[in-house]
């Protein structure tokens, strides 16, 4: 029963992350967008702009029209990633996601950005990839500890935090998944003090609930 509560966590965590990814960034400003790009660059910082006003089919489109310029241009590929990962109605489309933020990496696209989107790509295809979604966010958290998404400022270190818990979690790792969670939001959960397995005035029962109780109501919290 417990694995089962686990799963379901675990989508509830993903659907609300990618939640997060799609907010608008509150800025009505009109992105800047060249109205006839005609090299790579242009064709990204077009694709940029529809990204930002959440035009995630057109975003993929421009970063093609970059790559397809120029094969080798990593901006367009890590931005091809996240285009996808916001896409994705399966893990077929997740893992897509995954092969291109790989290759934005292989061609030299190191920034936090490409990192964290990987981490949100490799928690939704689970699996193997929990393990090295836990080590990506990680490593964005640790070289910029107040690290925020230019272009979708909604996703910052709250996500990954997220990340790191709810990849913790579908092992049943709960206490590091509660150490990930209580850097957002102290729960007072105590393991071995069942007084403390409250969230939201409801007491549970035992750890594991309370544990998965507070990562759905942060989840929820930070849903946008």
């Known amino acids: 029963m417990i694995s089962r509560n686990v799963r379901q966590i675990m989508m509830i965590g993903l659907l609300s992350l990618v939640g997060l990814f799609g907010c608008s960034s509150g ?8 109205d006839t790009p005609d090299t790579a660059a242009e064709f990204s910082a077009r694709a940029w702009g529809f990204f930002e006003s959440e035009n995630y089919n057109d975003a993929l489109d421009d970063f093609g ?24 109605t399966s893990v077929f489309g997740v893992n897509s996601s995954i092969v291109n933020f790989d290759l934005a990496q292989a061609a030299g696209e190191n920034e936090n950005y490409v990192m964290a989107g990987l981490a ?3 928690l939704g295809s689970g699996g193997d990839y929990l393990a090295s979604a836990i080590t990506n966010a990680g490593l964005v958290l640790s070289a910029d500890p107040a690290f925020v998404f230019e272009h979708q400022i909604s996703f910052d270190t709250k996500d990954l935090r997220l990340i790191r818990a709810f990849a913790h979690a579908v092992p049943g790792n709960f206490q590091l998944a509660l150490d990930q969670a209580d850097v957002i939001d102290d729960s007072g959960i105590d393991e071995n003090v069942p007084s403390t397995w409250v969230v939201g005035g409801t007491t549970y029962t035992n750890f594991v609930a309370a544990v998965l109780a507070h990562l759905h109501q942060l989840s929820e919290q930070y849903s946008g």
């Open 65 to 88: 029209s970059a790559l397809a310029l120029d094969s080798g241009y990593g901006e367009a590929m890590a931005g091809r990633g996240w285009s996808q990962l916001l896409l994705a």
């Open 120 to 122: 949100a790509a490799q």
């Open 27 to 34: 800025d009505d400003d009109t992105p800047v967008i060249p």
